[in-house]
């Protein structure tokens, strides 16, 4: 696939008090979600990956403000970037995600993310230096990024896993395997 000069970044520091283990180290496909995102933004061209609130592994950024949410994080990684550099933002609990349709987001050359949904996005580094909103959605509206219309065929390709039975449907797994530790 084309490389278009981007950072893959990967939004992994989260509590994951909805699922109750790190979403992370879930697997599909006997894959970790973690390195399933690493492939799939690979495939997508991003010429190298930061992981957000994984400081202990290669490419892990530490989270500045912990609790403070996703868009602190993003905003303070982007601070630390070269102006202009272009930086494809997507969750870790996002299985579904097509490298093709990353890598046709990554072609934009602003600030854009799809239609619908706020994940994932491109971001633009620059030197602009704004309080974080609290919401990604802000975020965007704020950079003015473009909404692009879906890819044929993506529809369910922006499903997000959140919740033990999200996961359990999605990978069809039994709720009381080994890897799944559900918190009451």
Same mark, same amino acid.
């Given at each position: ?7 893959g ?5 989260? !509590? ?6 790190d979403? !992370?180290?879930?697997t ?20 190298k ?12 950024v ?7 949410g ?20 997507? $969750? ?13 987001? @990554?072609?934009e $050359?602003y600030? !854009?993310?799809?239609k ?34 879906? $890819? ?6 922006f499903?997000?896993?959140?919740? $033990? @039975? ?7 797994q ?11």
């Open positions: 696939m084309e490389n278009h000069g981007f950072t970044v990967i939004l992994a520091g989260g !509590a994951s008090r909805r699922m109750g283990v979403k !992370a180290t879930l599909v496909n006997h894959m970790p979600l973690l390195m399933l995102m690493k492939q799939k933004l690979f495939e997508a061209g991003a010429q990956i930061a992981v957000l609130g994984k400081e202990n592994m290669v490419g892990g530490p989270d500045k403000s912990p609790g403070a996703p868009v602190c994080a993003i905003m303070d990684y982007l601070e630390n970037q070269p102006y202009g550099s272009r930086h494809l933002i997507v $969750p870790v609990d996002m299985p579904a995600l097509r490298p093709n349709d990353l890598a046709l987001l @990554a072609t $050359p600030w !854009a993310c799809f619908g949904y706020n994940l994932p996005f491109l971001a633009i580094a620059d030197a602009i230096d704004l309080m974080p909103p609290r919401r990604i959605q802000d975020l965007l509206f704020i950079k003015m990024a473009r909404r692009l219309g879906l $890819p044929k065929g993506s529809e369910t390709s499903l997000n896993l959140n919740r $033990p @039975a999200e996961f359990a449907a999605y990978t069809n039994n709720l009381a395997s080994p890897g799944l530790q559900i918190s009451k």
